[in-house]
């Protein structure tokens, strides 16, 4: 799947803030993979892999290393001093779901994304 037509990031962090799939959901192999290919240690911190049988796993994401809790928002969202935009601290190795965003422009809509003129 790849990102709706016509988008333009405007940085208002609200796909971030807004999406439940960005700070709580699962993510692939691909994407521990690329963390793990960029030795992200920092990042895979963050993961639980959760064994599913047979040798596969499910990676569970966003999960505070210090409490073991699901966090509120995505961690790695940081807003930009004395502006009202963000910045993704993991752009270059986001995960997909975050790569992807939004699907359409309902999609985007939905969460109050400012990335769509007209």
């Known amino acids: 799947m790849m990102r709706a037509s016509g988008f333009v990031c405007k940085q208002c962090g609200n796909c971030c803030i807004n999406l439940y799939?960005?700070?709580q959901h699962s993510v692939d192999q691909s994407d521990v993979d690329?963390?793990?290919?960029?030795?992200?240690?920092?990042?895979?911190?963050?993961?639980?892999?959760?064994?599913?049988?047979?040798?596969?796993?499910?990676?569970d994401v966003w999960i505070n290393p210090k409490t073991n809790?699901?966090?509120s928002r995505c961690p790695w969202l940081r807003k930009l001093p004395g502006?009202?935009?963000?910045?993704?601290?993991?752009?270059?190795?986001?995960p997909r779901v975050c790569r992807e965003y939004p699907k359409s422009k309902v999609h985007a809509k939905r969460t109050g994304c400012k990335g769509f003129t007209g």
Do not use: F, T
Not at 38 to 55: C, F, T, Y
Not at 84 to 93: N, S
């Open 69 to 71: 809790d699901d966090v």
């Open 83 to 94: 502006k009202d935009e963000y910045i993704c601290r993991i752009h270059d190795v986001k």
């Open 34 to 59: 690329l963390w793990q290919d960029n030795a992200r240690d920092d990042i895979l911190a963050w993961v639980d892999p959760i064994h599913i049988g047979n040798g596969r796993y499910v990676y």
């Open 21 to 23: 799939d960005a700070y």
